[in-house]
């Protein structure tokens, strides 16, 4: 596969079942991507270095997905001039999510990351893929079929629930 393009970090490995959507959608939009574990609170050197070297190494737009006290989104948007799509994560340490999600959707005026719903990887990948898309036309063109299978999909339950009823779609 080519260089990466978008990175993908999460703050544990526990994180990885539902940050591995961003790269199952990466993968099928044909966008060259890295993931691995970047640690805000455990490993904060590793985070200066992989935000700071981030732009030199070719990435054009970091996810990060982390739970509970969820500073990695923030603190890496807080070191780059990239685009940073933040995935709140429920995780073991989590009341009910909603700290992970203030933790990344609360940001100071001055430092944005882009955050997507609890668990919602697979749109961040979609995301990052748009902002790629919107000055790579070989991108834009694989989002545009992607949106158009959604569309089709949604056209071909919605037939059937009116031709043969809806207790045959339940
Ligand atoms: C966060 O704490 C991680 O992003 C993860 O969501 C959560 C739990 O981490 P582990 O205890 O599973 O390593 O920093």
Do not use: C
Request: glycine content about 8%.
């Amino acid at each position: 596969m080519s260089k990466p393009v978008i990175g993908i970090i999460m703050g544990s490995q526990s994180d990885l079942r539902i940050m591995k959507e961003a790269a199952e959608i990466l993968e099928e939009l044909k966008i060259a991507h890295e993931v691995t574990v970047v640690s805000a609170h455990r490993t904060p050197n590793r985070l200066v270095d992989y935000a700071t070297t981030a732009r030199t190494k070719g990435l054009k737009a970091v996810i990060a997905g982390a739970g509970g006290a969820a500073h990695l989104p923030g603190m890496i948007a807080s070191l780059t001039s990239l685009p940073v799509i933040g995935v709140p994560i429920k995780s073991s340490n989590s009341i009910d999510g909603w700290d992970s999600v203030l933790s990344i959707l609360q940001m100071p005026a001055g430092v944005p990351v882009a955050t997507v719903a609890l668990d919602g990887a697979r749109n961040a990948g979609i995301l990052a893929a748009q902002i790629l898309g919107s000055s790579d036309k070989a991108i834009a063109r694989r989002l545009d079929a992607f949106k158009k299978s959604l569309q089709q999909k949604v056209e071909s339950v919605a037939r059937k629930m009116e031709s043969t009823g809806w207790r045959d779609l339940v």
